[in-house]
């Protein structure tokens, strides 16, 4: 069964930082995009970060660039995002997402690109 299990969640003042991992199991990823998206109630799942398999290629929203960044151990079967200079607006439930399968279409910036996804974990950014 796979799992994907964020933690590091939680409540942070305006300006601080979280760093958000997220832990797979039942089977590897090493070869496969993973990414990070956030949700508030009342909206669609929103694209934050993702990276691909080797790490050479990454992408960001426009709202995180130069804030957030991502990383990936393949050997450990982890992503992880850090969060610095946090907003109020960063306030969201984080989920990390997996790819099941080489993709040869779509955008690692869409929801549907993605096979797993994890809990998700909650951040609050007080002002």
């Known amino acids: 069964q796979v799992q994907l299990v964020e933690s590091g969640g939680g409540l942070v003042q305006a300006g601080g930082s979280l760093r958000l991992s997220c832990a797979a199991s039942?089977?590897?990823?090493?070869?496969?995009?993973l990414g990070w998206f956030r949700q508030v109630p009342g909206k669609e799942r929103e694209f934050v970060a993702a990276?691909?398999?080797?790490?050479?290629?990454?992408w960001f929203s426009d709202s995180v660039k130069g804030r957030f960044t991502i990383s990936r151990n393949n050997a450990k079967n982890t992503v992880t995002l850090q969060m610095n200079g946090l907003k109020p607006e960063d306030t969201a439930v984080y989920y990390c997402?997996?790819?099941?399968?080489?993709?040869?279409?779509?955008?690692?910036?869409?929801?549907?690109?993605?096979?797993?996804w994890g809990q998700g974990t909650q951040v609050t950014v007080s002002s």
């Open positions: 990276i691909s398999w080797s790490g050479g290629s990454i």
């Open positions: 997402a997996a790819e099941g399968s080489i993709k040869t279409a779509g955008s690692p910036r869409t929801p549907n690109n993605y096979d797993y």
């Open positions: 039942g089977r590897t990823f090493s070869r496969y995009g």
